[in-house]
């Protein structure tokens, strides 16, 4: 294979980019804080602070918080952190998610604090370039569906190696290290017993980071066969052209991708004739994958997100799904009465479109006799139905303010906001 992602990634300039690319940066750095902000109240927060503060020694900042640690425990943290509330950006051909480890791998670098807003930006372009393709090129070879971690890690090590300053031969041995201890975790294991070892975003952070500081070490580890093997050539030519960055969608609910579907299709429906105890069942025909999301009654945060009857039935009752249905409201009795209606099946033509594609249809049969049928769903924020920026800010300090107040969360969101006419510290200090 020809050298051309190493060499790409080795002359990559991150002040060199077109405007565009700047805002979009922007875009998926405010949502994935965001998310950041609003999951330090869930329990899994709690957890891997203590972890890495006893395991992982340092004196990094952690992603909001006033501990410390190593790189490697901060960036192991704030992938946590952020997988922790499922409401971070991905995109549809990796089934995963690149920014949770990209971001977290980034600011855990000292390097970091001497970077120009605008250089942060570009590197974290870099790592979603990197991490999607690194993804899209696993699926397309392994046998078993990957957590993101597998995957997500080799953007880290992209990143870190080059703000190393890595030279060509330790660039390809930290992404081969990278590849080779990226979590190599089942997915749909984690969907079918939802718990919190999540999407493997916190290791594939970690392992990132772990990869660029062997390679400087001189420890060996390439090739990465991701980037080298001839059949996912075509994957890596159209480097510097094909832009993943500006592929990523973004969410509007912080449960599974796969529930949203269904989720819009019976908000639809939902129009205020009605009420809840009207319905007699919910009827959800959608993909195979999203169909695994099977718990009805969820015990925890990490089982409500990777569930489909319980948004479904979050939209129903409270007209959206957020943070307070996969939290405070797990026992609420009516949520939990409708969940128990929800039937879910698979569609033949739904299961041919996906990843690319994902849809679902509803159907509520009311106690009167009535049928209301929604038409097929897909997600909103794709790159064909997108999130408007409006939209993405009132999501930003709906999970934000919580926890960081109104002040703080406003300071970080104009840092955000101007971030390529100002040193990246001025946004540091916030976090």
């Given at each position: 294979?020809?050298?051309?992602?190493?060499?790409?990634?080795?002359?990559?300039?991150?002040?060199?980019?077109?405007?565009?690319?700047?805002?979009?940066?922007?875009?998926?750095?405010?949502?994935?804080?965001?998310?950041?902000?609003?999951?330090?109240?869930?329990?899994?927060?709690?957890?891997?602070?203590?972890?890495?503060?006893?395991?992982?020694?340092?004196?990094?900042?952690?992603?909001?918080?006033?501990?410390?640690?190593?790189?490697?425990?901060?960036?192991?943290?704030?992938?946590?952190?952020?997988?922790?509330?499922?409401?971070?950006?991905?995109?549809?051909?990796?089934?995963?998610?690149?920014?949770?480890?990209?971001?977290?791998?980034?600011?855990?670098?000292?390097?970091?604090?001497?970077?120009?807003?605008?250089?942060?930006?570009?590197?974290?372009?870099?790592?979603?370039?990197?991490?999607?393709?690194?993804?899209?090129?696993?699926?397309?070879?392994?046998?078993?569906?990957?957590?993101?971690?597998?995957?997500?890690?080799?953007?880290?090590?992209?990143?870190?190696?080059?703000?190393?300053?890595?030279?060509?031969?330790?660039?390809?041995?930290?992404?081969?290290?990278?590849?080779?201890?990226?979590?190599?975790?089942?997915?749909?294991?984690?969907?079918?017993?939802?718990?919190?070892?999540?999407?493997?975003?916190?290791?594939?952070?970690?392992?990132?980071?772990?990869?660029?500081?062997?390679?400087?070490?001189?420890?060996?580890?390439?090739?990465?066969?991701?980037?080298?093997?001839?059949?996912?050539?075509?994957?890596?030519?159209?480097?510097?052209?094909?832009?993943?960055?500006?592929?990523?969608?973004?969410?509007?609910?912080?449960?599974?991708?796969?529930?949203?579907?269904?989720?819009?299709?019976?908000?639809?429906?939902?129009?205020?004739?009605?009420?809840?105890?009207?319905?007699?069942?919910?009827?959800?025909?959608?993909?195979?994958?999203?169909?695994?999301?099977?718990?009805?009654?969820?015990?925890?945060?990490?089982?409500?997100?990777?569930?489909?009857?319980?948004?479904?039935?979050?939209?129903?009752?409270?007209?959206?799904?957020?943070?307070?249905?996969?939290?405070?409201?797990?026992?609420?009795?009516?949520?939990?009465?409708?969940?128990?209606?929800?039937?879910?099946?698979?569609?033949?033509?739904?299961?041919?479109?996906?990843?690319?594609?994902?849809?679902?249809?509803?159907?509520?049969?009311?106690?009167?006799?009535?049928?209301?049928?929604?038409?097929?769903?897909?997600?909103?924020?794709?790159?064909?139905?997108?999130?408007?920026?409006?939209?993405?800010?009132?999501?930003?300090?709906?999970?934000?303010?919580?926890?960081?107040?109104?002040?703080?969360?406003?300071?970080?969101?104009?840092?955000?906001?101007t971030l390529e006419t100002r040193p990246a510290s001025d946004l540091l200090?916030?976090?």
């Open positions: 294979m020809s050298p051309l992602p190493f060499d790409w990634i080795q002359d990559f300039n991150p002040e060199s980019l077109d405007d565009a690319h700047y805002r979009h940066a922007r875009r998926c750095l405010l949502d994935l804080l965001g998310v950041a902000a609003g999951a330090t109240r869930t329990p899994l927060a709690t957890i891997a602070e203590r972890f890495v503060t006893a395991q992982h020694g340092g004196d990094r900042p952690l992603l909001f918080s006033t501990a410390r640690a190593s790189s490697t425990g901060v960036a192991l943290h704030g992938g946590w952190l952020i997988d922790a509330l499922d409401a971070h950006d991905g995109q549809v051909l990796t089934k995963g998610h690149a920014g949770v480890a990209v971001l977290p791998g980034l600011l855990a670098l000292p390097e970091v604090e001497a970077l120009s807003g605008k250089a942060l930006l570009g590197w974290l372009t870099l790592g979603y370039e990197i991490a999607t393709r690194a993804g899209i090129a696993l699926h397309d070879t392994a046998c078993d569906y990957h957590t993101s971690g597998a995957w997500n890690a080799l953007g880290v090590a992209a990143i870190a190696s080059r703000l190393f300053g890595l030279d060509a031969s330790r660039l390809r041995e930290a992404l081969g290290i990278a590849e080779f201890y990226g979590p190599r975790s089942q997915m749909m294991r984690c969907i079918d017993h939802p718990t919190m070892v999540k999407d493997g975003s916190g290791w594939g952070a970690m392992t990132g980071v772990s990869a660029a500081l062997l390679a400087r070490e001189g420890f060996t580890g390439a090739p990465a066969v991701t980037l080298t093997d001839a059949a996912v050539e075509p994957i890596w030519v159209d480097l510097g052209q094909r832009w993943y960055l500006f592929e990523q969608y973004f969410k509007a609910y912080p449960v599974c991708r796969w529930a949203q579907p269904a989720v819009e299709a019976v908000l639809e429906l939902v129009d205020g004739s009605f009420a809840a105890q009207d319905i007699a069942r919910i009827e959800i025909d959608t993909f195979h994958e999203a169909k695994r999301l099977h718990t009805v009654h969820p015990a925890d945060t990490e089982q409500a997100q990777y569930s489909l009857p319980w948004p479904v039935a979050c939209a129903v009752y409270f007209g959206t799904v957020d943070v307070h249905g996969i939290t405070a409201a797990l026992t609420d009795p009516t949520v939990r009465d409708i969940a128990a209606r929800v039937e879910t099946r698979e569609d033949a033509t739904f299961n041919a479109r996906f990843p690319a594609e994902r849809w679902a249809r509803a159907r509520l049969q009311l106690n009167d006799g009535r049928v209301l049928e929604s038409t097929p769903r897909e997600a909103r924020g794709n790159p064909t139905n997108p999130l408007a920026d409006a939209e993405l800010e009132a999501k930003f300090h709906a999970l934000a303010e919580p926890a960081l107040g109104r002040e703080r969360a406003t300071a970080i969101r104009h840092a955000v906001e200090a916030l976090l």
